[in-house]
């Protein structure tokens, strides 16, 4: 079972760019790295998903060293709008056996 | 295109009790995941359901239970409920991967 761990909160100014890196030792061959973003009172939205190298899409983008023992989440000039928690998942993409372990959440706030 | 559609959105039951909660999917979606979500622990997956079958369950007693129907609407159930079942528990749909799903608002579940 891969565990995962993000710092718990971050800050970061208007404009910046914010790059949250999760920690995930224990990550299986076939299991995938996801990234969902949270607001209060609202379940989770998908952002990214990556196995390896980069991946980056009109929001974001996700840097997988080779070793897989971790990944970023890099967001790009970051606005209020972006304070949000960001979960880190990883589990495996298909059927079979898998578990889908999410990291506790970092949760970002920016700063005008 | 409607998203997914937990219902009721609160609950509230009495120690002992047991509850059941609905999810419509997305129209098309035939993996339905359910997970639980507590300040303490987090996000924790419960199970998957893809075309009416359990494809993989969480470490979740078996108090925890769920179910698929053929139009991929899924219901899940918690029996003798116990004060930490109190938690928000989120339904996510998706075409096949369950990392890469929308989630619904969510059924803020009290038990007293």
């Known amino acids: 079972l891969a565990k995962t761990t993000q710092p718990i909160s971050m800050d970061s100014y208007e404009g910046q760019e914010v790059n949250i890196t999760c920690s995930h030792n224990n990550i299986a061959t076939n299991d995938y790295i996801t990234w969902y973003q949270q607001f209060p009172s609202q379940g989770p939205r998908f952002i990214i998903q990556g196995y390896k190298t980069k991946v980056t899409n009109e929001v974001a983008s996700l840097f997988i060293p080779a070793d897989r023992k971790s990944s970023t989440l890099s967001l790009p000039r970051v606005s209020l709008s972006d304070t949000a928690v960001y979960y880190c998942l990883v589990g495996n993409s298909g059927a079979g056996s898998y578990q889908l372990t999410f990291g506790k959440g970092t949760k970002l706030s920016v700063i005008p | 295109k409607a998203g997914v559609t937990q219902t009721p959105r609160y609950l509230i039951k009495t120690r002992g009790q047991q509850v059941t909660l609905s999810c419509s999917p997305i129209s098309g979606h035939r993996s339905v995941s359910w997970y639980q979500q507590t300040p303490g622990q987090g996000l924790q997956f419960l199970f998957e359901?893809?075309?009416?079958?359990?494809?993989n369950k969480g470490n979740f007693p078996g108090r925890f239970s769920g179910r698929q129907f053929s139009n991929s609407r899924s219901e899940m159930n918690v029996s003798t409920l116990e004060l930490g079942d109190s938690a928000l528990y989120l339904c996510?749909?998706?075409?096949?991967?369950?990392?890469?799903?929308?989630f619904g608002q969510g059924t803020r579940l009290t038990v007293v």
């Open positions: 996510a749909s998706s075409l096949d991967r369950p990392t890469e799903a929308f």
């Open positions: 359901y893809f075309s009416e079958t359990q494809r």
